[in-house]
């Protein structure tokens, strides 16, 4: 008797794990609904008929479909502009729209610290996005990331701080904020696109058209950062630069 019930409740607890697996998509919409959030797939829903009307064409101006191959998102801090580049099949990133940053706090330098303010500099990936924001929606960088640990750990840095987003709305610390319809493009465009597929340029300045700026107490290894960031940045050209 106490072998069956044994059994029985393994193949009880089998069961339950299986459906738990094969379901949790589900489960997790009709969690989220019942909660009053949302997911990806609903945003997308309510969302991606009113961003294509406004974008694709954006992309088929410079004869790349969509979604594209690939996304590079640039944020020039000097600048307060959030540059949009995909490319298509043949690996030729074209300039596809510009976005306003509306508020960005800090000034240029890059992030070294927990509550230091600073928006983080470098080049990043988008690690996942945020269907319910408090800034509507957003898009998460992955600060810190290798780099900025190692140079921490050079200098016995920690708490580098984290949770640095590309965002809605008008209000930020240590964010990018560019607006409620600019991030439906750029949170529409980067789940169809595929965020193992974007890379984001943080720069103080747009090294294209300005020197690397004289910036007081930074750490030596910011020259070498400004150096990577340019030559990421010379890589994206356009007639107007």
Not at 85 to 106: E, M, P, R, V
Not at 217 to 235: N, V
Request: one cysteine or more; aromatic letters at 10%; proline letters at 5%.
């Amino acid at each position: 008797m106490k072998n069956r019930t044994i059994i029985v409740s393994t193949g009880l607890f089998l069961f339950i794990f299986l459906f738990i697996v094969y379901f949790r998509g589900h489960i997790w919409t009709v969690y989220s609904h019942i909660k009053g959030r949302k997911t990806i797939e609903q945003r997308l829903e309510e969302f991606g008929p009113v961003v294509h009307q406004r974008i694709i064409s954006h992309f088929y101006n410079q004869n790349i479909s969509y979604p594209p191959e690939k996304l590079v998102l640039v944020g020039l801090k000097k600048e307060k502009i959030l540059e949009l580049w995909a490319s298509g099949t043949n690996g030729d990133f074209q300039l596809i729209n510009k976005y306003g940053i509306l508020a960005a706090s800090g000034k240029a330098g890059p992030k070294l610290r927990q509550g230091d303010n600073q928006v983080p500099e470098g080049i990043y990936k988008i690690s996942s996005l945020n269907p319910n924001s408090r800034f509507h929606l957003s898009l998460k960088l992955n600060y810190p990331n290798e780099f900025d640990r190692e140079r921490a750990a050079d200098e016995n840095r920690d708490n580098l701080g984290g949770d640095i987003m590309i965002h809605g709305s008008n209000v930020s610390i240590g964010c990018l904020a560019i607006g409620n319809q600019a991030i439906e493009d750029l949170f529409v465009l980067a789940a169809e696109t595929g965020i193992e597929n974007i890379k984001v340029i943080i720069s103080p300045v747009d090294f294209r058209k300005s020197d690397i700026p004289q910036i007081d107490e930074l750490p030596e290894w910011t020259d070498s950062l400004y150096e990577k960031i340019k030559q990421e940045l010379m890589m994206l050209q356009h007639p107007e630069f």
